[in-house]
């Protein structure tokens, strides 16, 4: 019922003539996926290059953020209208590392995905604890915190139509990720959650991705797993066999 994702987020990696050869390198790979929406997330100066090579494909695009305001004097900033006139229709709003380092917060998120909704951008939003909340056993009230605050104010209609990602923190980039048990019961409590915010059928039908050291090696086991409906990968999606590997999870 849940059409999974895959869709790969390259942070700050790979210039112009980089993301052109991951890219056709990836489109010939994954040509005849018919079943996954695959997404990609190249660094703003690439997205129109990228962008180019992705007419006809089954490669769609995406942001890797974008600010809440239409347009303006926000200098070194990206608005929705850029994004769409590039060719993106998802954009990820909310990234750990952008609430860590940028400074983004609930607040900041919410208002993003509101901008993004109201310009038909799919949002995928981004949310997770640390590895300290999580030991404290914090986890899951960050994490609802994180969904209610971040999506308050959003219609029972429009909350369909957004993905959410859970990526803990302390499974980003370490290599260490989430056992498939930690994950579902994260997505199950996400989709509780959903559940509770707006109705079930709204719960049912929102994607949840896992993403934190997703690669060639447990994409499958994660896959099996009732609530998670694809996955949000950085490192291995930075090559074109790997990515590859990881939309054809079986
Ligand atoms: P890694 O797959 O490199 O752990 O990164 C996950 C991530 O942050 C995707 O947004």
Same mark, same amino acid.
């Given at each position: 019922?849940?059409? #999974?994702?895959?869709?790969?987020?390259?942070?700050?990696?790979?210039? =112009?003539?980089?993301?052109?050869?991951?890219?056709?390198?990836? !489109?010939?790979?994954?040509?005849?996926?018919?079943?996954?929406?695959?997404?990609? &997330? #190249?660094?703003?100066?690439?997205?129109?290059?990228?962008?180019?090579?992705?007419?006809?494909?089954?490669?769609?695009?995406?942001?890797?953020?974008?600010? $809440?305001?239409?347009?303006?004097?926000?200098?070194?900033?990206?608005?929705?209208?850029?994004?769409?006139?590039?060719?993106?229709?998802?954009?990820?709003?909310?990234?750990?590392?952008?609430?860590?380092? $940028?400074?983004?917060?609930? @607040?900041?998120?919410? !208002?993003?995905? !509101?901008?993004?909704?109201?310009? @038909?951008?799919?949002?995928?939003?981004?949310?997770?604890?640390?590895?300290?909340?999580?030991?404290?056993?914090?986890?899951?009230?960050?994490?609802?915190?994180?969904?209610?605050?971040?999506?308050?104010?959003?219609?029972?209609? @429009?909350?369909?139509?957004?993905?959410? &990602?859970?990526? #803990? =923190?302390? &499974?980003?980039?370490?290599?260490?990720?989430?056992? !498939?048990?930690q994950a579902q019961e994260v997505h199950a409590f996400i989709r509780k959650t959903l559940t509770?915010?707006?109705?079930?059928?709204?719960?049912? &039908?929102?994607? =949840?991705?896992?993403?934190?050291?997703?690669? #060639?090696?447990?994409?499958?086991?994660?896959?099996?797993?009732?609530?998670?409906?694809?996955?949000?990968?950085?490192?291995?999606?930075?090559?074109?066999?790997?990515?590859?590997?990881?939309?054809?999870?079986?």
């Amino acid at each position: 019922m849940r059409r #999974p994702i895959a869709a790969g987020n390259w942070k700050m990696n790979n210039n =112009i003539d980089e993301s052109e050869k991951l890219i056709v390198d990836l !489109k010939a790979l994954v040509k005849d996926v018919e079943d996954v929406e695959i997404v990609v &997330a #190249p660094p703003f100066t690439a997205l129109s290059m990228v962008s180019s090579r992705l007419i006809g494909t089954n490669i769609k695009l995406a942001s890797q953020n974008m600010h $809440f305001e239409s347009s303006g004097a926000y200098t070194g900033e990206v608005s929705v209208n850029m994004l769409v006139d590039v060719g993106c229709e998802y954009v990820i709003i909310g990234h750990s590392e952008r609430r860590a380092y $940028f400074a983004e917060t609930n @607040d900041t998120v919410n !208002k993003k995905l !509101k901008t993004a909704m109201n310009n @038909d951008l799919t949002p995928i939003v981004c949310v997770g604890e640390t590895l300290a909340q999580r030991e404290s056993d914090k986890a899951f009230e960050v994490i609802e915190g994180q969904i209610k605050q971040g999506l308050s104010g959003i219609s029972v209609e @429009d909350a369909e139509k957004i993905v959410v &990602a859970y990526e #803990p =923190i302390w &499974a980003i980039g370490t290599g260490k990720t989430a056992t !498939k048990e930690q994950a579902q019961e994260v997505h199950a409590f996400i989709r509780k959650t959903l559940t509770a915010m707006f109705s079930d059928n709204a719960a049912a &039908a929102i994607r =949840i991705l896992y993403g934190g050291s997703v690669k #060639p090696e447990n994409v499958d086991e994660l896959m099996l797993q009732e609530d998670i409906d694809g996955v949000l990968v950085g490192g291995a999606a930075l090559k074109a066999e790997s990515f590859a590997r990881i939309v054809k999870f079986q």
